[in-house]
């Protein structure tokens, strides 16, 4: 049961352009839906967060945006540049369950110089 | 500030040999977890634990075991090696006071059972 989709799977782009990753889920008991950039042989770390009480939220140029109602949050990644080709993972956590993260299935984005 | 550390980075297996995989953190965190990458999957939740003492079974639990003999350390066991558990292990730790939930990782084991 995967309770967090994310699309698409991997993802090109090029220099100057606008990255755009978005994950759905289904467990309305969510509360926090943070996104993880993950580069090869590295953990996972934390991009950027929201919480359902705002609709969007943007650090720099990473932007996410959030639709409580069709249940689906995006991450945009403004002005994207080779050093953010990585693997993306969006996830989510409620504030009941020991704050357990869901992952998504991760999108590999490229960054084309 | 190490953050959290896990040992080994790489290790084989043969089919039926046990291991364990250390993880420790300098945090002070409460919260530490035990997550399993394959491609295509992103990370599945092993085990989890709250607090010292404590653990709890994730999404995919079978064939591992976990204790948490002090707080700041979390070790998983897999007691009989099965090539379906070759992947990739993260262990995280994460504050439980804090609203926004960051979870910090550790760099990973690479595990493959032959």
């Known amino acids: 049961q995967q309770q967090v989709k994310q699309s698409p799977q991997s993802l090109i782009v090029q220099k100057g352009g606008i990255s755009i990753i978005n994950c759905a889920y289904e467990?309305?008991?969510?509360?926090?839906f943070p996104w993880y950039q993950q580069f090869p042989g590295k953990g996972p770390a934390l991009l950027i967060a929201?919480?359902?009480?705002?609709s969007e939220k943007k650090e720099g140029r990473f932007t996410i945006s959030f639709n409580k109602s069709a249940k689906q949050f995006s991450l945009h990644i403004m002005d994207s540049q080779p050093g953010d080709s990585a693997t993306y993972f969006c996830?989510?956590?409620?504030?009941?369950?020991?704050?357990?993260?869901?992952f998504g299935s991760g999108t590999q984005l490229t960054v084309l110089p | 500030n190490a953050g959290v550390t896990q040992t080994p980075k790489f290790r084989v297996l043969k089919t039926g040999q046990s291991m364990t995989l250390l993880c420790a953190q300098d945090?002070?965190?409460?919260?530490m977890y035990w997550y399993r990458q394959d491609p295509g999957m992103g990370l599945r939740l092993i085990h989890y634990?709250?607090?010292?003492?404590?653990?709890a079974k994730g999404e995919v639990p079978d064939g591992y075991n976990v204790s948490r003999l002090k707080k700041q350390n979390f070790l998983l066991g897999l007691e009989s090696a099965a090539p379906s558990q070759t992947s990739v292990y993260f262990c995280?730790?994460?504050?439980?006071?804090?609203?926004?939930?960051?979870?910090?990782f550790g760099q990973g084991t690479r595990l493959t059972v032959v």
């Open positions: 929201i919480r359902p009480d705002v």
């Open positions: 467990n309305t008991a969510f509360d926090y």
């Open positions: 995280a730790s994460s504050f439980s006071r804090s609203l926004n939930t960051e979870a910090f």
């Open positions: 996830a989510a956590a409620s504030s009941g369950s020991a704050r357990q993260l869901t």
């Open positions: 634990s709250v607090g010292e003492g404590t653990t």
């Open positions: 945090m002070n965190h409460e919260y």
